[in-house]
């Protein structure tokens, strides 16, 4: 009689950091794909006539838009950051196991300090 | 291997395709990052007169094109993946196609429509 299952209880989860800028990276760009008619009414509206332009600064200027705006800017921050990454490593730069870890600890970190700036600056116009 | 959806005879074009239109829209970005910094105040006026040069328009309607180039082959990245079944992933290509032809001919309007 031989044991033909071997059960070993290793957590299952584990998350490695790499994974999760590829996960946002991807899930950003998805966002932002769907923000680019937003962005071009946007665009319309600021430019159609002055009583337009008066009106999108008072509606951006709500805590909802402000909320929407943060969500925005960072996804776009993020995307760029993870996608001059993306290019580093095309070039061969942070290509090895270890390199590609330190690689997403930058662009973590950097989104972080970018939502904290993102979010002083819009609480403050 | 020509793939549907796929803009260049080789997925390597595509790949040079979605680093060059990346590039361009990196710098635009950070010309906005920089002209929000400078520009503590923003009237109408001073607006209007940034998008009225055509060096504005033309760079702006390039960047726009790039952006739709991007996203698309970012799109079909994403629909390619997930959506195996004939039907809903041609669905989905026709929906992004004509939204991205929306989104152009818009911004067309937008910048040179007067």
Known sequence: MYRRLLILDLNPFHFPLPAIVSILHRLSGIFLVFLIPILLWGLEASLKSEQSFELLKVYLSSPLLRVFLWFLLLSLGFHWIAGLRHILMDLHFGESKRGGKVGAIVVLSLALILAFLLGGMLWNT | ?114
Not at chain 2, 51 to 58: H, L, S, T
């Open chain 2, 1 to 114: 291997m020509e793939y549907l959806g796929s803009l260049g005879r080789t997925g390597l074009f595509d790949w040079l395709l979605q680093r060059l239109t990346a590039l361009l829209l990196a710098v635009y970005a950070l010309f906005w990052v920089v002209y929000f910094i400078i520009q503590k105040e923003l009237n109408y006026l001073h607006w209007k007169n940034l998008f009225i040069q055509p060096e504005m328009r033309f760079i702006t309607v390039l960047v726009l094109l790039s952006l739709l180039i991007h996203a698309w082959i970012g799109i079909w990245i994403v629909i390619t993946d997930y959506l195996k079944f004939w039907f809903f992933r041609y669905f989905a290509f026709a929906l992004f196609l004509l939204g991205f032809c929306y989104c152009f001919i818009f911004g067309m309007s937008i910048l040179w429509g007067h």
